[in-house]
Each structure stands twice: as structure tokens, then as C-alpha cells.
T-cell receptor
Framework: DQQVKQNSPSLSVQEGRISILNCDYT??????FLWYKKYPAEGPTFLIS?????DKNEDGRFTVFLNKSAKHLSLHIVPSQPGDSAVYFC????????????FGTGTRLTIIP | KAGVTQTPRYLIKTRGQQVTLSCSPI?????VSWYQQTPGQGLQFLFE???????NKGNFPGRFSGRQFSNSRSEMNVSTLELGDSALYLC??????????????FGAGSRLTVL
């Protein structure tokens, strides 16, 4: 049972435009959400997170939106750059700071120059 | 400061064998977590160790085990290997105190192929 779902396996976006990556979850116990980025032959690296008490968190070009009622979160990257091409994983935790994360299957983002 | 180091990076085993993977966390990090990544399944949580004790466990069979040493280094072991155990095994370290946003820092992984 996939509790965190990323329904788009891949996404292509023109350089300079907005990239929007989506994630849905089913477990209402999740209260902390994270996005990780993964390049080939490297481990995932932390990008941005959001607590369930917020609906938006920004960090430079990256913004995460959380819609608790819809159990949906999204990552916006503006403007998209070629170095953003990577696999993006959405992850969720049932308690703040817990190491047990439930990950989605990832979305491969390709930025077209 | 040095990142999370995993060894070996690549290994090939045959069915029925056992394998041990090693992880050295970031200095000062006391929590080490292990994840399995397979195509189509994303990353799946195996277990987490903090101060030499298993603090959390995922839904994997008993063939998967781990331990943590007093210097926070960790090993995981898979016995009686099956073809389906072929995967990228990722180790992540964190402070582990659960007093703040506990971001995991991942190593590059150990890619296991079972023939």
C-alpha cells in the first residue's frame, strides 16, 4: 500500500519556467513533509520541508505548498534551471524529527535549455 | 566536514549468500537509518539505530538486520540473499535527538546485485 504517491514518473520543463511537482498521501497521521532531490550515483539531498501547521514554506527558488484537506503537497521551482534536472522524492513522517520517512516513488524532472 | 560514507559502493552476490554493508555517519550524528531503493518502489525504511539501540523498524523480514557501534558506525546484514534483494541500500545519518527538524543526510549508497 503506497501511502505517499507521486503519480508523474517524469516531467519536462523549459529553462526559466515554473516546475510543479505533485505528491499525494493517504495516511492522516503524517504531519511533517519533506522533498529530497537525487542525482545519479549520489544519495538524496534534502531540499525543503513543511510542517502540517503551515500551508506554505519558501526557500529561495523553492516553495512547498501543503493542502491538508486534500492530502496533497506540491513543490514549485521558479525559475527552473538546468541544474535542477534530477529525481525528486516526496517524503512524509508521522512525527516531527522522526527518522522513519515514507517516500514516494519519485518524479524525474528534466529542464530543457 | 565529511559526509556519510558507505562501503562497498558496488557488490555482486549469489542467491543464498549473505552480505554486510557498512555506514559511517557524519561526525556528531548519533542516529543511523537504512533504506532500500528499488525501481518502482521508491525508498523503503528498513530500520534506525540510535546510541547502539534499534529505535525504529520497517516491514522487512528477519533476514535483514543491523547494528550500531559505540562510535555510531552502523552495519546492516542480509542473510540468505534472494533475487529480489537486488537494490540500492542507502544509509542516512542525523542528530537523532528529535528536538528539531531532523533532516536526514544520505550517503551515496551500496548497490547490491544478487545473481
Amino acid at each position: 500500500d503506497q501511502q505517499v504517491k507521486q503519480n508523474s514518473p517524469s516531467l519536462s520543463v523549459q529553462e526559466g519556467r515554473i516546475s510543479i511537482l505533485n505528491c499525494d498521501y493517504t495516511n492522516s497521521m503524517f504531519d511533517y513533509f519533506l522533498w529530497y532531490k537525487k542525482y545519479p550515483a549520489e544519495g538524496p539531498t534534502f531540499l525543503i520541508s513543511i510542517s502540517s501547521i503551515k500551508d506554505k514554506n519558501e526557500d529561495g527558488r523553492f516553495t512547498v505548498f501543503l493542502n491538508k484537506s486534500a492530502k496533497h503537497l506540491s513543490l514549485h521551482i521558479v525559475p527552473s534551471q538546468p541544474g535542477d534536472s534530477a529525481v525528486y522524492f516526496c517524503a512524509a513522517s508521522a512525527s516531527f524529527g522522526n527518522e522513519k520517512l515514507t517516500f514516494g516513488t519519485g518524479t524525474r524532472l528534466t529542464i530543457i535549455p | 566536514k565529511a559526509g556519510v560514507t558507505q562501503t562497498p559502493r558496488y557488490l555482486i552476490k549469489t542467491r543464498g549468500q549473505q552480505v554486510t554493508l557498512s555506514c559511517s555517519p557524519i561526525s556528531g550524528h548519533r542516529s543511523v537509518s537504512w533504506y532500500q531503493q528499488t525501481p518502482g518502489q521508491g525508498l523503503q525504511f528498513l530500520f534506525e539505530y540510535f546510541s547502539e539501540t534499534q529505535r525504529n523498524k520497517g516491514n522487512f523480514p528477519g533476514r535483514f538486520s543491523g547494528r550500531q557501534f559505540s562510535n555510531s558506525r552502523s552495519e546492516m546484514n542480509v542473510s540468505t540473499l534472494e533475487l529480489g534483494d537486488s537494490a540500492l541500500y542507502l544509509c542516512a545519518s542525523s542528530v537523532g535527538t528529535h528536538t528539531g527538524a531532523n533532516v536526514l543526510t544520505f550517503g551515496a549508497g551500496s548497490r547490491l546485485t544478487v545473481l
